[in-house]
């Protein structure tokens, strides 16, 4: 392709070749959308729990569940995001505010302490969450 001016002669920064960066583009963008797309699927827990075996099989399964994860050692985590005592009755009471969260899911490492599984369930009960659930593993 040529660029030239009303009177014939070439015009200033165009060298003549063009390179088309169409495809450049394309490729940018669907390794954008791929990106995006995988990085969301990430439900790594902070910490590892081993959950207990049970004999009913009966899955629970509620829309508006909030899961709190109890590791070996006590810690809590609510959305992935590990939390201490006071932040997690924040936390907790603050979706039950919302009318996001009908129901806490207790997913505690078959070695924690009782004492804290107890703790997570009076911190439900105390912001006004009356459903509560135990995962466990089949």
């Not at 165009?14 to 583009?25: A, C, E, H, K, Q």
């Not at 829309?63 to 985590?77: C, H």
């Not at 992935?80 to 997690?88: A, C, G, M």
């Not at 703790?119 to 009356?130: F, S």
């Amino acid at each position: 392709m040529n660029f030239r001016g009303k009177n014939g002669r070439k015009r200033p920064g165009s060298g003549g070749n063009l390179v088309d960066l169409t495809p450049l583009i394309d490729v940018t963008f669907q390794l954008l959308i791929f990106f995006l797309l995988t990085a969301t699927f990430n439900t790594d827990s902070a910490f590892k729990v081993k959950l207990p075996k049970a004999s009913s099989n009966e899955p629970a399964s509620e829309a508006k569940a909030l899961v709190v994860e109890i590791s070996e050692d006590g810690r809590f985590e609510v959305d992935r995001v590990v939390v201490d005592d006071r932040e997690l009755q924040m936390r907790l009471c603050n979706a039950a505010k919302d009318n996001k969260v009908s129901t806490v899911n207790i997913k505690a490492d078959q070695n924690t302490r009782h004492e804290k599984v107890v703790q997570a369930m009076d911190v439900a009960k105390l912001c006004g969450i009356e459903k509560l659930g135990i995962l466990h593993r089949h």
